[in-house]
């Protein structure tokens, strides 16, 4: 009986990471074989021996090395034998990437590396083990998931493979373990890049689940001297980057709600009628049903959903916050902070709606005036409230007093010019 480490773990180890879970193989020895040195181990697999035991003073999992066979769609229609026959290269065979198919000798620290992994990391590339690659199709969004999480390319051929898996694969899929893929990603280092390479492989990998984002491709993304850029899907990227990149840096606003606001505020764009582009007037209430399909159909979290929802609704009334009566700043405010995201996470995404494009002017005084709206307004509690006053009037009088509120710090920002 021979025990291995593998998996994530490896890579890790090159990487210089941290593991987080370690996770062993099992080659040579039956079930009871193994339960004779491991004692303790429980066993937690079903389909085929998994076990948990201690090792190192850690909790980790030990399974039996394994062949799969494809038998039906999705990434559980496969058949699988573990016994002894079983190589440990047929089982790296299986897995997906490279850089997830070694494995480290756990008694001797030996690198065992069929299909060169170590090198594939050396080089950042995320590159598909073999041709049984394409019998699971979530192996699709874990490859953007990896290069969102690492910054590693993608070679051809890997993208080649991907484009090979046909629609009924993709279809057979579960949301919650496609949005699972998706949320890793958005909160990668560079999460642009899972996009990215979805727009590469194309259909039906990426227009199965994201429909909403496909129809912002080739959709002008405004007029010329405002969007420059490609189209509304290439703006969406650059809002995003901004957000992570520039903001994110500096102020702890690139949250996973205020990632996926960015992601999402334009996507009623792409049911703008062609007829009218590049104008899109009204985009910000179209937006708001397809944001919601989209987080339904992903079984993102309900945070998630409301913020992305606020921020297509509200964005550009962000963009006119000066312009507004100091009752609707008022409301834009109360609106923002009943989400996650509040109005410092919804400037956040307009801010970076403003930058994150090709334009003549880009103005941020609306984003920037909402985060000093916001901090005036909570301040002023409208107390004491006049002993007349009854019912929905008490409302009236502290949603006036928090407006004058707003209205004294902006005149205090203009007198005091070391105000930012």
């Known amino acids: 009986m021979n025990v291995y480490l593998v998996g994530g773990a490896v890579r890790d180890k090159l990487l210089g990471k941290e593991p987080k879970d370690l996770d062993f193989v099992v080659v040579g020895a ?9 004692p303790d ?79 594939d990391i050396k080089d950042k590339l995320i590159r598909h083990v073999g041709p049984a690659f394409n019998e699971d199709p979530l192996r699709v969004y874990r490859c953007g998931r990896f290069s969102a999480q690492l910054g590693f390319g993608i070679p051809k051929e890997t993208v080649a493979m991907c484009r090979s ?17 998706v949320r890793k990603s958005i909160m990668g280092k560079y999460p642009e890049q899972f996009w990215r390479f979805l727009r590469a492989v194309g ?13 912002l491709v080739g959709t002008p993304a405004g007029p010329p001297g405002h969007h420059d850029e490609l189209d509304a899907f290439v703006h969406t990227l650059m809002v995003l980057n901004y957000l992570v990149y520039t903001l994110g840096e500096k102020h702890a606003v690139a949250t996973e709600e205020a990632r996926f606001a960015a992601l999402l505020h334009d996507l009623g764009k792409g049911a703008t009628d062609p007829a009218l582009w590049p104008k899109h007037h009204g985009h910000e209430e179209a937006g708001v049903p397809l944001v919601a399909r989209f987080c339904e159909r992903l079984k993102l979290p309900n945070s998630v959903r409301d913020s992305a929802m606020l921020a297509s609704r509200e964005h550009l009334k962000v963009h006119k916050f000066l312009d507004l009566r100091k009752g609707k700043m008022v409301d834009l405010i109360r609106a923002a902070d009943r989400t996650p995201l509040k109005a410092e996470g919804l400037a956040a995404v307009a801010f970076a709606d403003a930058m994150g494009r090709e334009a003549i002017v880009k103005s941020v ?16 509690t409208g107390q004491p409230i006049p002993a007349s006053l009854q019912g929905e009037h008490i409302g ?3 949603r006036n007093k928090k407006g004058n509120a707003i209205l004294r710090a902006f005149k205090k920002e203009v007198a005091d010019p070391s105000c930012d």
């Not at 259909?203 to 129809?215: H, I, K, R, S, Y």
């Open 41 to 119: 181990a429980n066993q937690i697999g079903k389909s085929f021996p998994v076990f948990e035991t201690t090792y190192d003073g850690r909790r980790v999992e030990i399974a039996f090395a394994r062949r799969e066979r494809k038998t039906g769609l999705g990434h559980q229609g496969f058949d699988v034998v573990a016994d002894p026959s079983v190589s440990l290269i047929e089982d790296l065979a299986r897995r997906d990437f490279t850089m997830n198919a070694m494995a480290i000798s756990v008694e001797n620290d030996h690198l065992i590396d069929p299909f060169g992994g170590e090198q």
């Open 30 to 38: 039956t079930v009871e074989e193994f339960k004779h040195e491991f």
């Open 365 to 380: 005084a609306g984003p920037t005036a909402l985060i000093t709206a916001a901090d005036a307004a909570r301040e002023e």
């Open 396 to 398: 009236l009088y502290i």
């Open 203 to 215: 259909n039906p990998a990426f227009d199965t689940w994201f429909p909403e984002l496909v129809q």
């Open 165 to 181: 898996i046909p629609r009924s694969e993709f279809s057979a899929l579960s949301g919650e373990r496609v949005g699972n893929e």
